[in-house]
């Protein structure tokens, strides 16, 4: 998994073989989100959220509780469908050809769904299947994920088993079988060991170097503060302010932490 080279992600995705950093506005964008909207009965969960998130690039979404955050990536990983709106994966609509942006996708949900019955081993063999790994490449990429995630030992107990972190960590593990080129991963942080979150970044970190598009809900705000190339804080379904890396640094020039700013942007009522 983490010796693949950056052209691993073109053909799987149709992206242009574009290095991974720099010049992101000539390149296409791994995710596309335009106008979403959704709303559950008189609740609006989503109202109007637009955003591209380019290769090599690790946007950090942020917001209060209820902010919309979650329903959003739903939408994005074609778990929910939009009221309004349209998003595409490597240049498929989620709707229109939700195979292909399914395929381009590894996603780890915030409420965890493992097949309780199988074990972890066998979850990640049926993921590889489902991303049409050969049966060789497969088994190397699930030991090392297994490995470098200490899930080894457990591999052949049933997921119903799984305390929460190790769930998690083997969600991550999943998503990241068979290298897509997005990554969406909803509070991934929440519950892991230090050793394992520590790997969680390093994971991040890699992905990002090799060209990958990483989507990452979390509240865990000074990781995204030294991490993200882009923070967009949403409130109330809606994007209220976007900090690029250049204004990340200013913030954090001035010593602004992102939890004072996002106290100050946020009317934090859920
Ligand atoms: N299945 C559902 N049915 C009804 N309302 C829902 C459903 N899912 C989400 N909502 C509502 O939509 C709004 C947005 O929820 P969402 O889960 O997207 O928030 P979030 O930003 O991910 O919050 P958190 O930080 O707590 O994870 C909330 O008001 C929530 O109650
Ligand atoms: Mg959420």
Known sequence: ???SKPADHAPQSGLPLAPASNGQARRTPALEIRGLAKRFRATVAVDGVDL???????VGLI???GAGKSTTVKILTGQLLADRGQVRVGGHDVVGDPLAAKRATGYVPQELELYPFLTGRELLELVATIRGLDATT???AIDSLLERFRLTP???RMTREYSEGMARKLSICAALLGNPP???LDESLNGLDPRAAAEVKAVIREELARGTAIVLV????DVLERL???VVLIDQGRVVKVLDRAALDALSATGTTLETFFIENTGGAS
């Open 182 to 184: 997005l990554l969406v």
């Open 63 to 65: 917001g209060p509780n």
């Open 228 to 230: 993200c190339t882009r």
């Open 154 to 156: 457990a591999a052949h």
């Open 52 to 58: 591209d998130v380019f290769p090599g690039e690790l």
């Open 1 to 3: 998994m983490t010796t």
């Open 138 to 140: 497969a088994q190397a």
């Open 218 to 221: 979390s509240h865990i705000l």
